[in-house]
């Protein structure tokens, strides 16, 4: 048995081999995809280009101004002279956001009163809106806290006594200034272990069906369950290497810190290969072209990889699909791949996602075996 | 160019769509899926984030803070914990995103000295989340901090002239309701677009080259042009009818504003649809395998379009260099004018510079594709 597995894992190994491009398109793809996200997935914010329009001209608005100018999440693109031209500027996407000081502004405040400020926000994309304003209604808090308690000061109101104020301190754990590369980074190493080992499993089998060299291997003595592990192991280690590749490409090039024992993602990386191995296995079976194969595996993969929290949190979804996540592998991945990456966790922690990996594997790669042999007849 | 060569090419094309139901079905699907995959799937607003607390006094003031936290609808309350490790338990496994700890002398500095610090812990893993969960928790703290403040002043005889010297005061545009689906859906245009424009082609031209079907075309009087025509439009009308399939589901199922005109949107997505189809072709062509054609029609169309279009991430956020780069990604014209057509209402007069630049696109790819094959010929 051994033997005939080993036989047709050489013959796969020659075939990868002879086939240069098909080496190329494993390799490269992967670095591409991993510099892409590294670069361009964020959902930080900072220098949002801003217009400031101040129609108050005090000594106050000047200092709010400048409080919005020396953050670094701001970049006063264009200091507008009238309402129409900061309105303009964010109408025109050359500014994302317009702050408004309007006139009478440090009067009120100097009586002690309440004092707007206005802040036009271009909508469009609502999570960098939405952190925009968060910030923009820090800064002007900040600023009025500090004007109150000078005011307080000055004025004796508190009678000697400091103001009332309950400050929050806040830390972040596991990323501590909220890089959204820490986050992405070893997110890609599922998402793309997943795409590749599905694509290249399903792909390789019914391209054996199409072409027909299929029934070729079958007439020889080799066994059904045997002919899967030979073509499968293969694409397993191929799986292993690319995650090695990849995660190693985020470590040194992204500089995305590991905390946790690599042998704890190892574990889990064999874990969720079972279920890509099987899922790949089963669209084959189902499949009798190449092209029925990319459009199945196109309708399993895309859900998976919105369903599986990548990058759109699963609290945040509806609750029916919430609990289609439960079937999803990646969901499950992602989980240990952060939790070694960032949280530095170990199995304590993370056992019900193995084991929630491991029986997902194991009743897909059942399922998959039982078709196998059913579409043989 | 005769026309006839270029209608045969075409029924044949269609044809072979029509016999294999199959394939068709899919072209249809995709959009549906797409839709409502993401339509459903990815919401990036952040509501109930599952909170853990560590009271250490367990008084009157530290209770009535923590209620604020559960009256929230921000905030889920999980179990309190009972010392520090219970807490970092919680925030490993994920049980909880964000703990606050009070301090056991929480109310007696307030009472003393006026200020008091609450500890809030967040997980920072999806920093996203964190950051917005950050700025929940700080309205919520301010809130209570304001009604000490002004309890304390009226304790003490004093009258309350003002909680909140700055008030912000915003006023969203385009997106009003700064709801992410209407910021995400419009975009989905493109990707399908991309998916079925470049992806499905490569592959049915591919696969005439793997079955040998290719050079008995090519052994026919048609041209190369007529043969490019002729294979696309077949293509270029299922893109179309995705195209209006998605457009249906935005308005009228995720209730999406479309505030532009009907006109703008074909224009500008007959051109990107070129663009894919052409790519599409061109790599098919220099490909002639499936399953590479597939791979490599992903690599320039699929993921560009999802991570370089400033479909889901800003494009101004990216590094300079990658920001240059994505100048060079048709999508990110599309995209821009996809979400102006929807959301902002824009013309064709208003989006001219990203219109031009998509007119060129697809002038230059198409030339390439043509050229392409008549290489291939001799």
Wanted: proline share 4%; charged share 15%; hydrophobic share 50%.
């Amino acid at each position: 048995m051994f033997r005939r597995i080993f036989e047709l894992l050489v013959k796969e190994l020659l075939q990868l081999k002879r086939d240069k491009s098909a080496r190329f398109r494993m390799l490269i793809p992967p670095i591409v995809q991993m510099m892409l996200f590294g670069y361009a997935a964020t959902f930080e914010i900072f220098n949002v280009s801003t217009a400031i329009l101040d129609q108050d001209h005090s000594q106050e608005s000047r200092a709010l101004v400048s409080a919005f100018a020396s953050s670094k999440r701001f970049d006063v693109t264009k200091q507008a002279s009238n309402l129409n031209e900061a309105k303009a500027a964010v109408e025109e996407s050359r500014a994302q956001l317009a702050i408004i000081v309007p006139p009478g502004f440090a009067e009120l405040l100097r009586k002690g009163q309440t004092a707007p400020i206005q802040v036009l926000v271009d909508g469009t994309n609502s999570n960098s809106a939405l952190i925009a304003l968060g910030y923009v209604g820090q800064i002007a808090a900040a600023f009025g806290q500090t004007h109150a308690l000078d005011l307080a000061q000055r004025t004796g109101r508190l009678h000697g006594r400091p103001m009332v104020n309950v400050a929050m301190v806040e830390r972040y754990w596991y990323n501590p200034n909220l890089n959204s590369r820490w986050f992405f980074v070893p997110g890609v190493i599922g998402t793309l272990t997943l795409i590749t080992i599905v694509n290249l499993t399903a792909f390789a089998i019914v391209r054996e069906r199409e072409v027909g060299t299929l029934e070729q291997i079958l007439v020889t003595p080799i066994k059904p369950f045997e002919f899967i592990i030979g073509k499968t192991l293969p694409f397993f280690f191929i799986g292993l290497i690319q995650v090695i590749l990849v995660a190693a490409v985020g470590t040194i090039w992204f500089e995305v810190p590991f905390e946790g024992n690599p042998l704890v993602l190892l574990l889990g990386t064999c874990l969720f290969l079972l279920s890509t191995l099987a899922i790949g296995l089963l669209i084959s079976t189902l499949c009798k072209t190449q092209q029925q194969a990319f459009a199945s595996n196109f309708f399993v993969l895309n859900p998976m990889f919105i369903l599986s929290g990548f990058s759109f949190p699963i609290a945040s979804m509806p609750e029916a699909l919430q609990w289609l996540t439960y079937l999803d592998p990646l969901r499950y991945f992602l989980v240990i791949v952060r939790g070694t990456y960032i949280k530095g966790i170990g199995i304590d922690v993370l056992w019900p996602q193995m084991l929630a990996l491991l029986i997902l594997g194991m009743s897909l790669l059942v399922a998959a075996m039982l078709r196998f042999h059913k579409s043989l007849d | 160019m005769r026309l006839r060569r270029i209608r045969a090419i075409s029924m044949k094309e269609t044809l072979q769509i029509i016999r294999d139901p199959r394939s068709l079905m899919i072209a249809l699907l995709i959009p549906l899926m797409q839709m409502f995959m993401f339509g459903y799937g990815v919401n990036l607003d952040v509501k109930h984030i599952p909170l853990c607390t560590l009271d250490w006094e367990n008084s009157q003031t530290s209770q009535e803070l923590l209620e604020r936290f559960a009256a929230s609808s921000y905030f889920n309350m999980q179990k309190a914990a009972a010392n520090h490790p219970d807490i970092k338990r919680n925030l490993d496994d994920g049980s909880c995103r964000l703990a606050i700890v009070i301090p056991a002398d929480f109310s007696q500095r307030l009472n003393d000295s006026g200020s008091s610090t609450v500890q809030v812990l967040v997980d920072g893993t999806d920093s996203n989340t964190a950051s917005i969960a950050a700025n929940y928790a700080r309205s919520v703290i301010a809130g209570f901090s304001t009604d000490e403040q002004t309890r304390s002043i009226e304790r003490k005889g004093g009258v309350v002239q003002t909680t909140t010297p700055v008030d912000t005061q915003a006023r969203v545009w385009f997106n009003e309701e700064l709801e992410s689906r209407n910021f995400i859906v419009p975009g989905i245009v493109a990707l399908v677009m991309a998916i079925v424009g470049a992806q499905l082609t490569s592959l049915t031209i591919a696969r005439e080259w793997e079955r040998g079907t290719m050079e008995l075309l090519m052994s026919t009087p048609v041209q190369p042009m007529e043969l490019m025509i002729g294979k696309l439009l077949p293509y270029f009308i299922v893109g179309l009818a995705d195209a209006a399939i998605c457009l249906i589901l935005a308005v009228f199922w995720f209730k999406v504003p479309f505030r532009g005109t009907l006109a703008t949107l074909f224009l500008t997505t007959s051109l990107f649809l070129i663009v894919m189809l052409c790519i599409g072709y061109y790599v098919s062509i220099a490909i002639r395998s499936q399953v590479g054609a597939s791979q490599i029609a992903l690599l320039v169309t699929m993921l560009p379009t999802t991570l370089l279009s400033g479909f889901a991430f800003p494009i101004e956020q990216m590094p300079m260099f990658v920001q240059g780069v994505t100048y060079l990604v048709s999508a990110r014209y599309y995209v821009t004018i996809l979400k102006a057509v929807f959301l902002k209402g824009s013309g064709a007069a208003e989006l001219a510079a990203p219109i031009l630049f998509l007119a060129l696109y697809a002038v230059g790819v198409s030339f390439l594709a043509a050229r392409a094959f008549h290489k291939t010929l001799d």
